[in-house]
């Protein structure tokens, strides 16, 4: 086993075509499947399922997708020091909307006055589910997850905070400020993105009561669904702190209801075989510290 082979088996694990790896890595074709054939005797594991034409990974070959992974880093972290090579760090971040927005620019702001030479990317991250797959595959080094626990033992996780979800309106759309199970199947709702967290919280108490709003609208953008609420288009459940400051200037009002919707709390994430590095120790103990301070 050498390093050629572990980066063409991480390319055809992440394309899941051997073609297309022997594009990528300007190899011959068959020098891929000659590759990847000596791992698995060398292993004695089968690492892919070729069913027809599509491959997929087995389980033996998500697990040594992990391995070979740390193992290219470690390379590449060994000559960077041998050689004292200043290449660019890049620190891979997932997180929802409202976080990105309303949270993460903070702490962003004080890591890199510490680091100003890592490059932040950030990755949408909507529910339990996709961060740990995003977490799993090396896509992500670290995620912000906003959704309602979930076990998830692959995944190292720290509890932030608890979530404020709210119903909120115009002040002038709604009589009562008290949101009853049949006051809300008379109005418009204007919801987040199918898949978001509380969405699939809020949806599922729905099903659960056998309500239906009389119409569901839904847009891409948090600042979209405000702008229209502000407008008298109908109600929508948020973060309370994605409208603290419209709440504030009397532009929206947040409405009381009696809806068992299960708690969303925000939880800093990473693989527990993850190598933490220093630039990701840091940046995890300054977003911890931060939101002690909410």
């Given at each position: 086993?050498?390093?050629?082979q572990l980066?063409t088996?991480?390319?055809?694990a992440?394309?899941?075509?051997?073609?297309q790896?022997?594009q990528?890595?300007?190899?011959?074709?068959?020098?891929?499947t000659?590759?990847?054939?000596?791992?698995e005797?060398?292993?004695?594991v089968?690492?892919?399922?070729r069913?027809?034409?599509?491959?997929?990974?087995?389980?033996?070959?998500?697990?040594?997708?992990?391995?070979?992974?740390k193992?290219?880093?470690?390379?590449s972290?060994?000559k960077?020091?041998?050689?004292?090579?200043?290449a660019?760090?890049?620190?891979?971040i997932?997180?929802?909307e409202?976080?990105c927005?309303?949270?993460?620019p903070?702490?962003l702001q004080?890591?890199?006055?510490?680091?100003p030479?890592v490059?932040?990317i950030f990755?949408?991250?909507?529910?339990?589910?996709?961060a740990?797959d995003?977490?799993?595959?090396?896509?992500?080094?670290?995620?912000f997850?906003?959704?309602?626990?979930?076990?998830?033992?692959?995944?190292?996780?720290e509890?932030l905070?608890q979530?404020q979800?709210?119903?909120v309106s115009?002040?002038?759309?709604?009589?009562?400020h008290?949101l009853?199970?049949?006051?809300?199947?008379?109005?418009?709702?204007?919801?987040t993105?199918?898949g978001?967290?509380y969405?699939?919280?809020?949806?599922?108490?729905?099903?659960?009561?056998?309500?239906?709003?009389?119409?569901?609208?839904?847009?891409?953008?948090?600042?979209?669904?405000k702008q229209?609420?502000?407008?008298?288009?109908?109600?929508?459940?948020?973060?309370?702190?994605?409208?603290?400051?419209?709440?504030e200037?009397?532009?929206?009002?947040?409405?009381?209801?009696?809806?068992?919707?299960?708690p969303i709390y925000t939880?800093i994430?990473?693989?527990k075989?993850?190598?933490i590095q220093?630039?990701?120790?840091?940046?995890?103990?300054?977003?911890?510290?931060?939101?002690q301070?909410?």
């Amino acid at each position: 086993m050498d390093l050629k082979q572990l980066q063409t088996f991480l390319t055809a694990a992440e394309t899941l075509s051997f073609t297309q790896t022997a594009q990528l890595l300007d190899y011959a074709q068959s020098s891929i499947t000659a590759q990847i054939k000596s791992l698995e005797e060398e292993l004695g594991v089968i690492l892919f399922e070729r069913l027809g034409k599509r491959v997929t990974l087995t389980d033996e070959g998500k697990r040594l997708q992990q391995y070979a992974q740390k193992m290219l880093e470690l390379n590449s972290e060994m000559k960077k020091a041998v050689s004292n090579e200043q290449a660019q760090v890049v620190l891979k971040i997932g997180a929802q909307e409202s976080q990105c927005v309303y949270r993460l620019p903070s702490i962003l702001q004080q890591y890199q006055k510490t680091y100003p030479q890592v490059k932040i990317i950030f990755k949408p991250v909507h529910t339990t589910e996709v961060a740990k797959d995003l977490l799993q595959s090396g896509n992500l080094d670290v995620a912000f997850i906003s959704d309602a626990y979930k076990e998830t033992p692959m995944l190292y996780r720290e509890r932030l905070i608890q979530e404020q979800i709210i119903f909120v309106s115009a002040p002038t759309s709604i009589k009562s400020h008290t949101l009853s199970a049949q006051q809300l199947s008379a109005e418009t709702m204007l919801l987040t993105e199918n898949g978001c967290s509380y969405r699939n919280q809020l949806e599922a108490q729905l099903q659960q009561e056998g309500l239906l709003p009389l119409q569901m609208i839904e847009f891409a953008s948090i600042e979209a669904i405000k702008q229209c609420v502000m407008a008298g288009l109908g109600i929508t459940f948020l973060p309370k702190m994605v409208v603290e400051k419209e709440l504030e200037d009397g532009q929206l009002i947040e409405l009381q209801s009696s809806f068992n919707i299960k708690p969303i709390y925000t939880d800093i994430a990473w693989h527990k075989d993850k190598h933490i590095q220093p630039y990701l120790s840091d940046f995890i103990e300054i977003a911890r510290n931060w939101y002690q301070t909410l």
